[in-house]
């Protein structure tokens, strides 16, 4: 493990403890040659699936992305990093429930959006209005039309 202060390869464990969510290995760490310490995560890398984009291109699935769009969707929000890191386990989850070896970008961008719907509706529209890429106020329109029709069904 490259230390983020010298950038020297080995580092020796001095604790280890599973996260609450019991889904990643914290370690502290210090280096051996600076003798700074750092903490790390660990995940076990579970084999999701690759991630096809709208140009054909496949990348590896990464929970920063979608982690970083839910940040900026939920800017001054009263929404907690947590929820946010609970969103993106969930859909994590779902992705190795599949089991399939590729998904469209298109639905995990759904995934996030049927998460967002439910937290925090302020945060599900800014998410659409980059997700879904509108063109004119009118296609913004039809989604809180619906966003408002469907709430008021509930």
Known sequence: MKCPFCNYV???VLDSRMS???DTIRRRRECLKCGKR???AERVE???PL???KDGRREVFDRTKILGGLNKACEKRPISVTNLEKIVSRIEY???EKGEREIKATEIGEMVMNELKTLDEVAYVRFASVYRQFRDINEFMSELTQLLLKKDEE
């Open 10 to 12: 080995e580092s020796k």
């Open 46 to 48: 579970e084999g999701l």
């Open 94 to 96: 779902n992705l190795l």
């Open 38 to 40: 750092f903490t790390t």
């Open 20 to 22: 609450k969510e019991m």
């Open 51 to 53: 991630v096809v984009k």
